[in-house]
């Protein structure tokens, strides 16, 4: 599915003095997924890690704040290496873990060439809990999908996949007010 954040994410990626990005949005609107497809078309490889399904990955922080300590604990955690000047990193409910939250500026000013995102549902009320980047990093807003981003889905209204074939004619929405009128 196309959605019109993909388009600034392409701009964020390929921007001179790019910065950490925090992607907020409410739940379900698709921020897991839009940066998932980000790294699987624009980069070589990306890496995810969701801090709200493995607690563990808090403990990477704890002893100091230092990314390449911090990657190196985290490619071992993944059995991957990360490339920090090709791939992306994704920090998924980064909310759950401030001391992720925080590292963002310590990424920002010793390790500008990685590409590092970060999302979360409810960053604006853990934010006041942990010592925030303040101009370290940039932000994108992720909201449902526009009328836009729906119609170009290819999704009918009435929920059939449109290449499952013909579906029934929908009734027009005069007729349902007229039907209800007259009931």
């Not at 300590?69 to 991957?80: M, N, T």
């Not at 009320?125 to 999908?145: C, N, Q, R, T, W």
């Amino acid at each position: 599915m196309k959605r019109a954040a993909f388009s600034k994410l392409v701009v964020w990626k390929e921007k001179k003095g790019r910065k950490p990005l925090l992607l907020k949005g409410t739940r379900q609107v698709g921020k897991t997924y839009l940066l998932k497809e980000l790294g699987k078309n624009v980069f070589p490889r990306y890496h995810y890690l969701n801090f709200e399904e493995n607690s563990r990955l808090a403990s990477v922080f704890e002893a100091d704040l230092k990314p390449e300590r911090i990657l190196k604990e985290l490619s071992f955690q993944l059995d991957a290496s990360i490339d920090p000047r090709k791939d992306l990193l994704i920090f998924d409910e980064i909310q759950e873990c401030p001391r992720a939250l925080t590292s963002l500026k310590y990424f920002a000013e010793t390790m500008p060439e990685l590409a590092l995102c970060g999302a979360g549902s409810l960053l604006g009320i853990k934010m006041a809990e942990a010592s925030f980047p303040v101009g370290k990093v940039e932000f994108l807003d992720l909201y449902p999908l526009s009328f836009e981003e729906f119609v170009s889905s290819g999704v009918q209204a009435s929920g059939a996949d449109p290449r499952s074939g013909p579906q029934p004619p929908l009734e027009p929405a005069a007729a349902l007010l007229c039907r209800r009128r007259a009931a």
